[in-house]
């Protein structure tokens, strides 16, 4: 059984279908060199409580759940199947921190990338809220817990953003600021450099007010790194950022 790899999905704007296709694309070809998963573990950035919580239901309805979805990408239909007994073993994992919710489904930000990645839709997924409540050291704790599912072949998807400031949106933006730019590459070479514990900090950054007003894009990454064994290598994939402040760079450790 192959170890499950580790994903953090930086997300395009749900609206902008030429962002999403040239992203999507990416993940396309990603697809093709990974191996497929007993089962994926996804923790989505549109899934935001004040709790952590995990679906434990036997089916993955598909939610269409931004008011700016573009009309084609409300075509794509996404429902793999569910797997319950993957979902009480999570629960087993964080015991004392997750909570059983059947509340939701499938949001964009799982379905967008999955369906470019595993377009049969038959490797089934397990959802996991981001906790908008804990700490970042509890999300890295959160994805410390979780890595042991690898290990049974799951893979650990995760999604947001390493930058997401709608306040400052400039839609004639191809690239970022320069502030953005210098953030993103501040969270890459620290990636890199396998220092994981000063992107935990990340509130302690230069420019991470402006590039993160609200947190809970950028928690899953930090899930994802606590679930990052030490002899992963990472890839990064769509290394780019778009209107000024949102940035697409997402990463895989296989």
């Not at 902008?16 to 998963?37: H, I, M, T």
């Not at 606590?226 to 990472?234: I, Y």
């Not at 890839?235 to 990463?251: E, V």
Request: negative net charge; contains cysteine.
């Amino acid at each position: 059984m192959n170890r499950g790899a580790v994903v953090f999905a930086g997300l395009s704007c749900p609206n902008d279908l030429n962002s999403y296709r040239k992203s999507a694309f990416a993940w396309a070809e990603a697809g093709l060199r990974l191996a497929r998963p007993e089962c994926i573990l996804a923790v989505s950035s549109h899934w935001a409580k004040p709790v952590t919580y995990v679906r434990t239901a036997d089916n993955n309805p598909q939610k269409y759940d931004s008011e700016a979805l573009n009309s084609q990408l409300n075509e794509i239909k996404y429902e793999p199947p569910a797997c319950p007994p993957i979902a009480r073993l999570v629960l087993k994992e964080l015991e004392g921190i997750a909570k059983e919710n059947n509340d939701w489904g499938l949001d964009f930000g799982v379905w967008s990338i999955l369906s470019e990645v595993f377009p049969k839709a038959d490797v089934p997924v397990v959802m996991m809220s981001t906790d908008t409540n804990a700490s970042p050291e509890e999300h890295f704790i959160i994805g410390k817990k979780i890595r042991s599912l690898r290990e049974k072949g799951v893979m650990i998807y995760t999604s947001g953003n390493l930058i997401n400031n709608s306040g400052l949106f400039n839609c004639g933006m191809s690239s970022g600021y320069e502030w953005a730019e210098k953030f993103d590459g501040s969270i890459k070479e620290l990636i890199l450099k396998k220092d994981y514990h000063s992107v935990v900090d990340f509130e302690h950054l230069p420019l991470n007010d402006i590039a993160l007003p609200s947190c809970e894009v950028f928690y899953p990454l930090l899930t994802a790194l606590g679930a990052v064994s030490s002899d992963d290598r990472v890839k990064i994939l769509n290394d780019y950022r778009i209107y000024g402040s949102l940035s697409l760079t997402s990463f895989l450790w296989i």
